[in-house]
């Protein structure tokens, strides 16, 4: 029989969040390629007797290159199987899906591409902070905390004057770099940002502060996993922060 | 006993999409409050002794005011009930979501906020294209096409610094505005840009062309349903588009 390769978005991580789709879609599938970003209970709605096959991929250690993963999804597939490729959030924000998509439709692989909630979405109701508010983000921008080669080259003045919220993803290892960056394209000091470590899993850490602070706060509590950064006044709103962070945090258009 | 709210994202429309906790809230709630986004076979897995709220909200005819609409949902928690309050989307995406919570708060009402699948997520899926691409966009910028008094004041010229893939939700009565502010924002006349009318739903319909054309393909082909328009070099590579459409819409820094 003729084999296929579906990409689904797992989701921020909670086995909650996955959609009907992407259930089922790892119910049917005889193999499941997936990555380190996939939470271990999402793959327990796999079928028992399917075959795993760990691709890795963290930001330190490519256990296989892009090239290795679209080969194996590839064979796969040629061997008639129906193949799951699993990947954390949305296959088509920052997952190289379209990558692997063109691969495989370049290979004439038969393809579909299951949507999942990205880990903005996740992290912002799991942290109670709003992406969009009439009064105080107009829009939300989602970027890439790392480069191909470290630091992120980007537009920091664009980005600071966007009055959105700025969720960015990957971004830990360079807060500081970032902080600064956004600092300099004319975000305030005062503008009040978050990290969503472990978002929606039960070891979710939030550690919220200014911009200009928020560095120092995530090296004094130790912050290193899968984090996001939450960037923009609307942070001021989250449920999940303690009183007094929040009044710390009053968005700078209600202060006097 | 206690009452309380569970604002629910339903996702892009197709059923499908939602999440299982949303479903699993759909199904505890006693009251289920929804608005016209809401996708009809998202609310079928509603109990069947649940009471319906409609409080309308097309973007035209405002069946209840916001302020109606929190009064409703603490009325309905205050006597008792499980309330579900069901948004197309995600709540906290341009779903005014926050301001219901800040009401369901200040009155003392317990809350949750289940996430959904954005449109964004839903449409770039079902259209095939993806949000950021390595070499095309390197990140995704959502924003409402429509602002408090009918055109909205954006930083175009921001926005079209970015290199995002543009993602605007309610913007299709603009859309001669919009491509033209960005267009003299800086973005080039031939962006691949793409309509996506009732996306992710059986009536979907996928109109592209480039920047400066859709406005008048719109018209052409009479889009009137909630749509979505992205703008990017994404868009060019869309599968469910025609061969031709493609190649005439083919990325920018591809061609010679």
Redesign the interface.
Known sequence: SEGSVVLI?A?PG????????A??ALQEAEVIVHDKLVDPRVLDYARRDARRVYVGKSRASHTCSQAQINEILIAEARAGHRVARVKGG?????G????E??AL?DAGIRTE??????AA??C???A???????DLA???????GHG?KGE?A??W???A????TLVIYMGLANLAFLSARLIEGGLSRATPAAIIENGTRPDQRIVAGTLSDLPALATARGLTGPALIMVGD?VA?S?ALPEAARKRLVPLRFAS
Chains 1, 2 share one sequence.
Not at 96 to 99: F, I, K, V
Not at 128 to 134: A, F, M, S
Not at 138 to 144: A, K, M, Y
């Open positions: 978005g989701g909670d086995p909650d969040l996955l959609t009907l789709r259930v089922r949305d296959p088509y924000v920052f190289r899906g379209a990558e998509i063109a439709r591409v299951v949507p999942g909630l990205t979405l996740g912002g109701a799991a109670g902070i709003p992406l969009t508010h009439r107009s829009g939300v921008t989602i970027l890439s191909l992120p980007l537009d003045s664009a980005l004057r966007l009055n959105h609307v709103l449920d």
